[in-house]
C-alpha cells in the first residue's frame, strides 16, 4: 500500500462538476455527502495548521521523555564508567584521562600496567557489541547518522529492540575502551525512547516525531550537562541547512528535564569544571580566521579517515558482525604502542592520553593545560601528535561498526588542533594575551559545528562548557568560516538539504493522486447486487440485510455491470407498499459507475461528488466487482493524508 504524506501546497481543490446526470432520486444524498465533502475540500485546499500544543499534550509526553531519557542516560553513564573502571583501571591498570566533570567514580588505586591485557580489552568489548548488532543492526556506529535515518525515512520509528541493545553495545565498546564518544549512543537512545512513548500513546504522526526529537535532546543534555545547546543540536542536526523549528519548545523541556535528573545524580559540575574567564580581544580576529581554515582541514581529514575506515572494513573478512572486534583489536595495538612509545617521554608510562574512550582529557589539557604539557614548541608538537593519533583511533572503533558516537572525538580533536594554534601563535608573536584555552574551545565549536552543519547548537553549546558568552564573537566568526569551507563535507550523510526536502514533510499537492483505489478498497466485505427485476419490496428485505452498504450494484443475465441504485430509492417502498410490490429495481436505477482497482482515487471521489453517490463500485480488469469504496473509506484515507501518515 502506498504511503500518504502531508499535504503542503494548496490544491485546486476537488472538481464539482458532474462526471454524468444525477438521477432524480439522488437529492437527499447529496445533502448526506455535503460533511465529506467538506472534508475531502479542506484537505485538498489548505495548509495543516500546526498541531503542537504548546501548554498541552504534547508537553507533557515530551517531559515524561524527558524524565525517561535522563534516567537512561545517567544509567548508560555509570554502566561505561564501572565497566571501563572494573576493564582498564582495575585488571589492565591503566588509568585513562578523563575531563574533570567525568569523574563519577573513585580513584582506581590500580597496580601494574599490564600492557598485554591492554592489547585485548578493546576486542573482546567490540566483539559483545558486534553480537549484538545481529539482533539489532541498528546500533552499529556513532548512532547520530541512523537516528537522522529513522527521523526522515521512517517518520520517526524506531523498533523497540534498539531500546535496550543499544545501550548494551555501547557499555560494552566504551567501557573496553573504544574511542568514541556517550553523546551519539545517547542520541540514538533517546530517539527510540522517544519513538516507543509516542507508539504507547498512540500519537498521531507529526507529535511521534516531535517526541523523538526530544528524546534526542535530553540524550544529550543528561551526559553533555549541556541543556539548550543539547535542544537545539537536536533540532539542527536533522538537516545541512534547516531545522525542526516545530519540536524547538519540546526538546528545551525534555532537555531541561534531563538535565535535571542528571545533575541530581552526578553534581552540578560542567563537563571541564570551573573554567577561567577568556577574554575576547578584537585584535585576535586574524588569528580566528586562520583557526577555522586550520580547524576546517583536520576536520576534512577526520571525517575523510572514517569514510576510509568504513569503506576498508567491508573488505575485511568473515561476517559483518565479527568487524568491530578486528577494529578493536587494532586499536589495541595502536593505543598500546603509543602509551609505551609516547607516555615514559611525558612522564605518564601507564596513564592514559586521550587515545582510548571519547577523548575529552586531552580537551581538557588542550584548555587548562596540564603539569606534563610544555608551554613551548614541545607542547604544539604533543597537541597535534595526540590530534592524529585520535583521528586514528577513532576510525578503528567507528570505522568498523564499533557503537561509540562519532561526537566526542570531534570536540576532542578541534579542542587539541585549537589549543596547538593558540600555543604557536602565542609563540610566534610573542604575545602573552593568547590564551591557548580560548582557542581550544573555539576550535571544538568550530571542528563539531562544521562538519556536523549545526552551527548554533555547537556555538551554544561550548558556551555553556564555558559557561560564560565571553567567547561568542570569535566563535561566531570561526564557525561562519569553517561552515562554508566545510559545505562538500558532513558527518552525518543522512542529512538532508531543507525541511522541504524530507520525505515527512515533502506533499503531495493532490494526495488524493497519490493513491490507487486498489490501496484502499476492502476485498473482504461482502457485497450485495440485484438483477433489473428485483422488486423495490424485494430490495428492501437485501438492504435490511446489508445495513452498511447504501448502493447496489445492478447485474444482467450475462453478468455485467447495467446500473447502481442507491438505498434511497426504497423511499418509494415506505411511501406506498402496493408500488414496492410492482416496481423494479429498472425502474428507479441510475447509469452504470465503477472505478478500475488501478484508478486513482481522486477518480473515486469525482464519482461519489459527481452522482451524488455513497459508494462506488471497482472492478477488475475483467469486469468483476471485488469490492466498494464509500464516503466512509474517502474521509478515514482524508484525515490520515493531512496526518502524514500511511492508509
Given amino acids: 500500500m502506498r504511503p500518504v504524506s502531508e499535504p503542503r501546497e494548496p490544491d485546486d481543490g476537488v472538481p464539482n462538476a458532474a462526471v454524468d446526470e444525477p438521477s432524480g432520486l439522488s437529492a437527499a444524498a447529496g445533502a448526506m455527502l455535503r460533511p465529506v465533502k467538506s472534508l475531502i475540500a479542506f484537505v485538498t485546499t489548505s495548509e495543516p495548521p500546526l498541531e503542537l500544543q504548546i501548554v498541552g499534550r504534547t508537553l507533557l509526553h515530551a517531559a515524561l521523555v524527558g524524565l525517561g531519557a535522563g534516567a537512561i542516560a545517567c544509567l548508560f553513564f555509570y554502566g561505561s564508567e564501572f565497566l571501563q573502571y572494573v576493564l582498564l583501571e582495575k585488571l589492565a591498570g591503566y588509568e585513562p584521562l578523563r575531563a574533570q566533570g567525568e569523574k563519577v567514580i573513585g580513584e582506581a588505586g590500580a597496580g601494574a600496567f599490564r600492557w ?20 539489532a543492526p541498528e546500533v552499529r556506529g556513532g548512532g547520530g547518522d541512523a537516528t537522522i535515518e529513522a527521523f526522515h525515512h521512517r517518520g520517526g520509528q524506531v523498533r523497540k529492540r534498539v531500546l535496550l541493545a543499544k545501550p548494551l553495545a555501547s557499555i560494552a565498546t566504551l567501557g573496553s575502551g573504544g574511542a568514541g564518544g556517550r553523546e551519539g549512543p545517547t542520541m540514538q537512545i533517546g530517539g527510540a525512547l522517544g519513538s516507543m512513548v509516542g507508539h504507547y500513546l498512540k500519537v498521531g504522526a507529526r507529535e511521534r516525531r516531535v517526541l523523538m526529537i526530544a528524546g534526542v535532546a535530553a540524550g544529550i543534555s543528561a551526559v553533555f550537562r549541556a541543556p539548550l545547546g543539547a535542544a537545539l543540536l537536536a533540532i539542527e542536526m536533522l538537516y545541512r541547512d534547516d531545522f525542526e523549528s516545530e519540536a524547538l519548545i519540546p526538546a528545551v523541556l525534555a532537555s531541561v528535564v534531563a538535565y535535571s535528573v542528571s545533575i541530581s545524580v552526578f553534581g552540578q559540575s560542567t563537563l571541564f569544571g570551573r573554567l577561567p574567564a577568556f577574554a575576547f580581544e578584537p585584535r585576535h580576529i586574524p588569528l580566528y580566521i586562520v583557526l577555522a581554515l586550520v580547524i576546517a582541514a583536520g576536520a576534512s581529514l577526520f571525517v575523510g ?73 614541545t607542547g604544539v608538537e604533543i597537541l597535534l601528535v595526540l590530534a592524529a593519533a585520535k583521528i586514528v583511533a577513532a576510525s578503528f572503533t567507528i570505522g568498523t561498526g564499533g557503537s561509540a558516537g562519532d561526537f566526542a572525538p570531534s570536540l576532542a580533536i578541534g579542542g587539541m588542533l585549537g589549543g596547538a594554534f593558540g600555543l604557536a601563535a602565542r609563540l610566534v608573536l610573542n604575545d602573552p594575551t593568547i590564551q591557548p584555552g580560548a582557542f581550544a574551545l573555539v576550535g571544538m565549536g568550530a571542528f563539531y559545528g562544521g562538519i556536523a552543519n549545526t552551527p548554533l547548537a555547537a556555538l551554544v553549546l561550548v ?67 440485484v438483477s433489473p427485476a428485483t422488486t423495490l419490496a424485494a430490495l428492501s428485505r437485501i438492504a435490511e440485510g446489508a445495513p452498511d452498504q447504501d448502493v447496489f450494484p445492478v447485474i444482467d443475465r450475462a453478468g455485467a455491470l447495467c446500473g ?65 469504496i464509500d464516503e466512509h473509506d474517502i474521509a478515514a484515507v482524508a484525515m490520515r493524508a493531512r496526518e502524514g501518515e500511511a492508509p
Fill in 463 to 529: 558556551c555553556e562548557m564555558a559557561g560564560s558568552y565571553d567567547l561568542l564573537v570569535p566563535l561566531m566568526l570561526a564557525e561562519g568560516v569553517a561552515f562554508v569551507a566545510l559545505r562538500r563535507v558532513s558527518l552525518y550523510p543522512a542529512q538532508l538539504p531543507t525541511l522541504h526536502d524530507s520525505p515527512v514533510h515533502r506533499r503531495s499537492p493532490d494526495p488524493l493522486a497519490r493513491l490507487r483505489c486498489a490501496d484502499i478498497v476492502r476485498r473482504d466485505r461482502a457485497i450485495a447486487t
Fill in 305 to 377: 579517515s572514517l569514510h576510509l575506515a568504513k569503506r576498508l572494513a567491508r573488505k575485511l573478512p568473515g561476517p559483518t558482525w565479527i568487524h568491530p572486534a578486528l577494529g578493536g583489536l587494532m586499536l589495541g595495538v595502536f593505543a598500546t604502542v603509543t602509551i609505551t612509545v609516547i607516555g615514559p617521554q611525558l612522564g605518564r608510562a601507564d596513564k592514559g592520553l586521550g587515545i582510548l574512550g571519547g577523548g575529552y582529557g586531552a580537551a581538557q589539557v588542550a584548555i587548562t593545560g596540564a603539569d606534563w604539557l610544555s608551554t613551548g614548541w
Fill in 116 to 135: 598485554w591485557l591492554l592489547l585485548f580489552i578493546p576486542a573482546i568489548g567490540a566483539l559483545v557489541a558486534g553480537l549484538l548488532s545481529r539482533w
Fill in 564 to 628: 447502481l441504485v442507491a438505498a434511497e430509492a426504497l423511499r418509494v417502498v415506505a411511501s406506498d407498499p402496493e408500488l414496492g410490490a410492482v416496481a423494479i429495481v429498472a425502474d428507479v436505477m441510475s447509469a452504470p459507475a465503477s472505478v478500475t482497482l488501478d484508478a486513482e482515487l481522486r477518480r473515486a471521489v469525482e464519482l461519489l461528488l459527481g452522482r451524488d453517490l455513497r459508494s462506488v463500485p471497482v472492478v477488475d480488469a475483467a469486469g468483476a466487482i471485488v469490492g466498494m
